[in-house]
């Protein structure tokens, strides 16, 4: 399944070209035969045409249906499957809306903070410009930087206690950035204290680029 749906990324402009000439040769030939249906004066002359008629219309709405029943698939279902099927670390859905709590058996946050700055980050390629390590975050914090790399496919941003091990997904897109909006990361919630921020690039072909990845203090307060 997998590789279906990295077929159709890869090759979707492609895709929509045949499947709309395909529709577009279909709705010719319909139209043909209605025409031909129109003019007929025999009956058996009518009945053909008709019949004409009838199978190039239901070719032309059955490439409509593929066609966007490939464009859901690229657009609204392909940014979780890869998800689910290659994540290396236990994550919530694609899309999880981080709890108060944190999942069972992780380190709470405790103790003193030592930056030790970012790791992993490329500029202009993968890299969050909006924090730098040991910043003080609360309440609601919008996420910039750039995410911007060869067959891109999805990126994803996930969250953990320092010296946790158990990553928690927070929000994903697949649109390339370039030092623009990633997303709003909520940490009101959040038991204050030290933790790690990740950004994750994955590729159109499923391959996990290493993460840039940020050492933060979150706080109290909104």
Do not use: H
Not at 86 to 114: I, M, R, V
Not at 123 to 145: C, F, M, R
């Amino acid at each position: 399944m997998d590789a279906i749906f990295r077929f159709l990324i890869k090759y979707e402009p492609f895709i929509y070209f045949v499947l709309g000439l395909a529709a577009l040769l279909s709705f010719r030939s319909a139209f043909s035969a209605w025409v031909e249906w129109r003019k007929a004066v025999f009956g058996l002359e009518k009945e053909m045409a008709y019949g004409r008629v009838r199978t190039a219309g239901v070719l032309f709405l059955l490439f409509l249906m593929l066609g966007l029943s490939a464009f859901c698939m690229v657009t609204f279902v392909a940014p979780f499957l890869p998800a689910q099927s290659l994540l290396s670390t236990p994550t919530a859905d694609l899309f999880f809306t981080p709890l108060p709590t944190l999942p069972e058996g992780s380190p709470q946050p405790t103790g003193l903070f030592t930056p030790e700055g970012t790791t992993g980050c490329v500029p202009e390629q993968i890299i969050i410009t909006s924090l730098k390590a040991g910043d003080q975050i609360s309440g609601k914090v919008v996420l910039k930087g750039s995410v911007n790399i060869p067959n891109f496919g999805f990126y994803k941003y996930e969250f953990t206690p320092m010296g946790g091990t158990t990553w928690v997904t927070i929000q994903a897109g697949n649109t390339v950035k370039n030092n623009e909006e990633l997303g709003v990361w909520n940490v009101s919630e959040l038991t204050p204290g030290e933790y790690q921020l990740r950004l994750i690039a994955t590729d159109n072909q499923g391959t996990e680029l290493p993460p840039c990845v940020i050492p933060i203090r979150v706080t109290t307060g909104q």
